[in-house]
């Protein structure tokens, strides 16, 4: 383990760890505070004129003050979408990896501790999961939904459906690695300790071994985030993700799309490149992470 | 009727088709206050005994046959809450390592409050009052503070302190301690084992003493139960049987201690090693490496009478030269 200050040290020591986190808290403030920071609310139709359809950014000619990333075909300003589109990317990547945390943290622990048919069970289960590509059960399960509810019902609900979708369909990564940090852990003196004690299994299970293996669920946590980011940008690139009215990071790349071959390539190209940075922000911070907690990474430094 | 009382008890684990016993029908007894010294090499069974004890026997293994009587009370018929009710509240346990043993991620307040409520309707403040009284018990200086502090913090022999203090939280009967020094400094072990012959003294608790070591043995405990290869082969006074010995197994290994050797002399080494379970001679397991082994001892397991299971048992003089 690490403590809290050795933490922090290795944070600040490490640029590639400064500029990830910086990236993360600009875009997740961004996000946060858009409807006081955006030029424009894209969801309010009152503010939307179909006269400012398709301009380019301010500084290219025909461009607008008012728009200083242009506009996409509805007139919506790119930067306001964006900074809307970013919190909705954001919030279902965090809300399917609590999802699938919740639900691969439990069964991988239950797995582990108990093993036995339920382990043999739930691992075998997890393999039919996995084999399953992601992509594949989330098209299934939404298009199903879209086909069995009308577009406005699907509207209110696509958030939700998103969350629940990635997060059912990607729990087995958590189960195994939570699984298999058990294995290791149960095998110590203080699980015997604690039986001896007369503690209840339950409370064996989440008061001592799981804390025992948070340091990877941490790890793969920050990297499942962007992997539901980038799902959840696939599926609505599909047309299959959050609808045309409150578009996330993949729907605008999606609604740019159709234009770009007509000139106006400002409507995907920034959603994109906001997409990549917060991607790929995530992925170093999951790298660090991994590195800094792994004792058998680290080169004698603390 | 003792207080403890295990008759014939088998420990058993699958082995392909069959089984192998690691415990091969062991009694013992022990009384209120009592403190009965478990000696024997490793993978004599010491261990699984105390386990057994606990009905913790770990998956596959299992308790094939036996009894085990704890106030009259068959602990095996109990269900699996029962059982924890008995766990560490009124036979408690300490491990050879509290390195290890110690959970490296929650605070010593944590686990001791933790153990306390598993057995007890208790407010935090009571809980928190008696941990201290229990840390102050086993002389941790500054108790106080050190609830709040992780293992990594303290030192080998003030976390084999804490574990001391957790065992006796709940005010147990029994307290099994499984070789409780043997992971601990040299200038330490005398310290622990001291403190817990005065804490057991002090508050009338039984003590079953699980070592190889026969010179801490003859020092704390009252009784003695030698133990080899899953079977108990001599029991008996500590004091009797340090004197004379009857098995040559003890013989063999009180004259291996370097009391009983004369200065500068080579000490004595039991020829051989123990049998592993899974290859067992037939007759008396300790028959390949004894010196007065017969025909009988190769065909027969000789039985436990008159406190040791040997068919030729050193006589009282000769044992006690």
Known sequence: MISFSAFVKRFLSDPVAIGAGLVLLVLLLMAVLAPLLAPQNPYDLMQLSIMDSE???????????????????????????????????????????????????????????????????????????????????????????????????YADYAIIMLILVIGIAEWPKFARTVRSSVLGEKKKEYVDAARVIGLPARKIMWGHILPNTLTPVLVISTIQVAEAIMIEASLSFLGLGMPVDRPSLGSLIRSGFEFIFSGSWWITLYPAIVLVVLILALNLMGDWLRDVLNPKLRRGED | MAMLDVSDLHVAFPRGKSEVEALRGVNLTLEKGERLGVVGESGAGKSMLAFAILNLIAEPGRVSQGRIEFHGE??????????????????????????????????????????????????????????????????????????????????????????????????????????????????IQAEIMALILKLCRDNDVALILITHDLGVVAEVTERI??????????????????????????????????????????????????????????????????????????????????????????????AAS
């Open chain 2, 74 to 187: 068959n602990l095996l018929d109990l269900s699996e809450r029962d059982i924890r009710g008995i766990r560490g509240n009124r036979i408690s346990m300490i491990f050879q390592d509290p390195m290890v043993t110690l959970n490296p991620v929650l605070t010593i307040g944590t686990q001791m409050v933790e153990t306390l409520k598993a057995h007890r309707r208790i407010t935090d403040a009571q809980a928190h009052r008696l941990c201290v009284e229990k840390l102050k018990q086993v002389a941790i200086p500054s108790a106080e503070s050190r609830l709040d502090a992780y293992p990594h913090e303290l030192s080998g022999g003030l976390r084999q302190r804490v574990v001391i203090a957790i065992a006796l939280l709940t005010d147990p009967e029994v307290i099994i301690a499984d070789e409780p020094t043997t992971a601990l400094d040299v200038t």
């Open chain 2, 225 to 318: 139960m030698i133990m080899y290869a899953g079977l108990c082969v001599e029991t008996g006074s500590t004091r009797g049987i340090i004197r004379a010995p009857r098995h040559p197994y003890t013989a063999g290994l009180l004259k291996a201690l370097p009391q009983f050797a004369g200065r500068g002399a080579r000490l004595y080494q039991i020829p051989g090693s123990m049998p592993p379970i899974t290859a067992l001679p037939t007759g008396c397991a300790y028959h390949p490496r004894c010196d007065r082994a017969t025909a009988e001892c190769r065909s027969r397991i000789p039985p436990l009478e008159h406190g040791h299971a040997c068919f030729h048992p050193l006589d009282q003089t000769e």
């Open chain 1, 55 to 153: 301009m380019p950014p301010s500084w290219k000619p025909g461009g607008d003050d008012r728009f200083p990333l242009g506009t996409d075909a509805q007139g919506r300003g790119v930067l306001s979408t964006i900074m809307y589109g970013t919190g909705i990317s954001l919030l279902i990547g965090l809300g399917a990896v609590v999802v699938q945390g919740v639900l691969g943290i439990t069964l991988g622990l239950v797995a582990g501790y108990k093993g036995g048919w339920i382990d043999s069970f739930l691992m075998r289960l997890a393999d039919i999961q996995l084999s399953l590509s992601t992509l594949m059960m989330a098209i299934i399960a939404l298009a199903l939904f879209q086909a069995a509810f009308d577009a406005n019902v």
